[in-house]
């Protein structure tokens, strides 16, 4: 069976990047899509604020501007506000979803919902309801708040989550993929030195972890077994409750997960408070494993048959593939946790990617991938191939969109290249 090729798309980043809006944006990057050769597109529903008119939650209005950065201290609070940034473009008129699976469709392409599973996007965009209800947010064992990520120990907290996953079922993607890679705030630790998951010290998982086991979390390491299992089943809980409600509402849809690798880059606790976004996001450690490091039980997920796919990345071999036993240990080893038929992925990062490190990336997928039992390789992200920054560095006197063309066209050559 040969490579299957797909494609996170963002709506936000590809007006943010290059004002692409409504219609025509929707077949501007699925045709070019198509036509390189990738038949699979993930899209993005959701980043801390929607990319739809959502009944939940806020749709995205006017991004990073200081009317809408609801958070203090938010990037768009701190003179980072994107000027430019038209006024008409505002997600309560622009239904993406709708738009972009009619067009896949007419291509006869798949296309996914991504679903991230974070409030915050990386340094302090917050969703509106995290906003309103910080209570609900997760609390690290020095007592700090970790911005963007609500606690799975509120059953409040996950009513939200499941009432904006039936929003997305009801759309009818082929499928839909929960994500649990991006991590939210960056700013506020999430693992320990060692690696290990550092949050969900929250009262009733405390409360409950006390009366079940006669201990304190505060008083045995952060990386007890027993209290980091513990910590994980309410992630688990989530797992059941998101998989019950898609096989109710919508059996036909697939469902999995985007999940960390061992080894990811994960804010951590420090020893010196970091006074910026910049040098809390440097201050990171590679996460001790899944389970360890970001409480997915990613072995009970497919053992209990709550996903039917399992995406992960070559983590370190992001940009340019060329160490074939780092990549494949690191897939070997994410692949150790499936226990149970379950289709296995890799994500790829392909930000600054020139035209020779894409061909890399193909190549590497389709032979050292395949050989580990991937079947779907999935780029993150489309709109990465049209910026081609990393092909401006090594073309003299092109513009940016000369440059996209190459790369662009790297993509399509390769992937005819290695597909039968």
């Given at each position: 069976?040969?490579?299957?090729?797909?494609?996170?798309?963002?709506?936000?980043?590809?007006?943010?990047?290059?004002?692409?809006?409504?219609?025509?944006?929707?077949?501007?990057?699925?045709?070019?899509?198509?036509?390189?050769?990738?038949?699979?597109?993930?899209?993005?529903?959701?980043?801390?604020?929607?990319?739809?008119?959502?009944?939940?939650?806020?749709?995205?209005?006017?991004?990073?501007?200081?009317?809408?950065?609801?958070?203090?201290?938010?990037?768009?609070?701190?003179?980072?506000?994107?000027?430019?940034?038209?006024?008409?473009?505002?997600?309560?008129?622009?239904?993406?979803?709708?738009?972009?699976?009619?067009?896949?469709?007419?291509l006869g392409m798949e296309i996914y919902a991504w679903l991230e599973q974070a409030e915050a996007h990386g340094h302090g965009w917050?969703?509106?309801?995290?906003?309103?209800?910080?209570?609900?947010?997760?609390?690290?064992?020095?007592?700090?708040?970790?911005?963007?990520?609500?606690?799975?120990?509120?059953?409040?907290?996950?009513?939200?989550?499941?009432?904006?996953?039936?929003?997305?079922?009801?759309?009818?993607?082929?499928?839909?993929?929960?994500?649990?890679?991006?991590?939210g705030d960056h700013r506020i630790p999430r693992v320990d030195l060692d690696g290990v998951y550092y949050a969900h010290y929250d009262?009733?998982?405390?409360?409950?972890?006390?009366?079940?086991?006669?201990?304190?979390?505060?008083?045995?390491?952060?990386?007890?077994?027993?209290?980091?299992?513990?910590?994980?089943?309410?992630?688990?809980?989530?797992?059941?409750?998101?998989?019950?409600?898609?096989?109710?509402?919508?059996?036909?849809?697939?469902?999995?997960?985007?999940?960390?690798?061992?080894?990811?880059?994960?804010?951590?606790?420090?020893?010196?408070?970091?006074?910026?976004?910049?040098?809390?996001?440097?201050?990171?450690?590679?996460?001790?494993?899944?389970?360890?490091?970001?409480?997915?039980?990613?072995?009970?997920?497919?053992?209990?048959?709550?996903?039917?796919?399992?995406?992960?990345?070559?983590?370190?071999?992001?940009?340019?593939?060329?160490?074939?036993?780092?990549?494949?240990?690191?897939?070997?080893?994410?692949?150790?946790?499936?226990?149970?038929?379950?289709?296995?992925?890799?994500?790829?990062?392909?930000?600054?990617?020139?035209?020779?490190?894409?061909?890399?990336?193909?190549?590497?997928?389709?032979?050292?991938?395949?050989?580990?039992?991937?079947?779907?390789?999935?780029?993150?992200?489309?709109?990465?191939?049209?910026?081609?920054?990393?092909?401006?560095?090594?073309?003299?006197?092109?513009?940016?969109?000369?440059?996209?063309?190459?790369?662009?066209?790297?993509?399509?050559?390769?992937?005819?290249?290695?597909?039968?």
């Amino acid at each position: 069976m040969s490579m299957k090729f797909a494609a996170v798309v963002s709506p936000f980043d590809c007006a943010w990047m290059f004002g692409a809006w409504g219609k025509p944006a929707v077949y501007w990057w699925l045709d070019r899509l198509s036509w390189a050769g990738v038949s699979k597109v993930y899209l993005r529903v959701r980043q801390c604020q929607c990319y739809y008119p959502s009944r939940v939650d806020m749709p995205g209005i006017h991004f990073w501007s200081p009317k809408n950065c609801v958070a203090e201290r938010s990037w768009g609070t701190q003179g980072h506000e994107w000027k430019w940034w038209p006024e008409a473009y505002d997600f309560r008129t622009y239904d993406a979803p709708r738009l972009f699976i009619d067009r896949a469709h007419e291509l006869g392409m798949e296309i996914y919902a991504w679903l991230e599973q974070a409030e915050a996007h990386g340094h302090g965009w917050e969703s509106r309801f995290s906003h309103e209800h910080p209570e609900l947010l997760t609390r690290n064992r020095d007592g700090q708040v970790v911005g963007g990520n609500l606690s799975f120990g509120y059953p409040e907290a996950v009513e939200f989550k499941l009432a904006l996953l039936r929003e997305i079922l009801e759309y009818r993607f082929d499928g839909v993929a929960l994500d649990f890679q991006k991590g939210g705030d960056h700013r506020i630790p999430r693992v320990d030195l060692d690696g290990v998951y550092y949050a969900h010290y929250d009262l009733p998982i405390v409360e409950a972890f006390r009366a079940a086991t006669s201990r304190d979390p505060f008083a045995i390491p952060n990386s007890d077994p027993g209290w980091l299992r513990f910590r994980a089943e309410y992630v688990t809980g989530f797992m059941r409750e998101a998989r019950a409600l898609q096989r109710r509402l919508h059996p036909e849809q697939d469902f999995g997960v985007m999940g960390i690798p061992t080894g990811k880059p994960l804010p951590a606790r420090s020893r010196t408070p970091a006074a910026t976004h910049s040098e809390a996001s440097s201050r990171s450690v590679p996460a001790a494993g899944a389970l360890e490091g970001n409480l997915e039980d990613q072995a009970a997920w497919t053992r209990e048959g709550l996903v039917d796919f399992l995406v992960t990345t070559p983590l370190p071999q992001q940009m340019s593939p060329t160490d074939p036993e780092g990549y494949r240990a690191v897939l070997r080893d994410a692949r150790s946790r499936i226990t149970a038929p379950c289709r296995f992925g890799l994500w790829q990062v392909t930000w600054n990617a020139s035209a020779e490190q894409v061909r890399q990336i193909v190549r590497a997928a389709a032979t050292w991938g395949a050989e580990e039992g991937v079947e779907e390789t999935v780029f993150f992200q489309a709109e990465a191939f049209q910026d081609a920054q990393g092909a401006s560095r090594n073309l003299a006197s092109v513009d940016r969109e000369a440059s996209g063309e190459v790369t662009w066209n790297a993509l399509r050559q390769t992937i005819r290249e290695v597909t039968p």
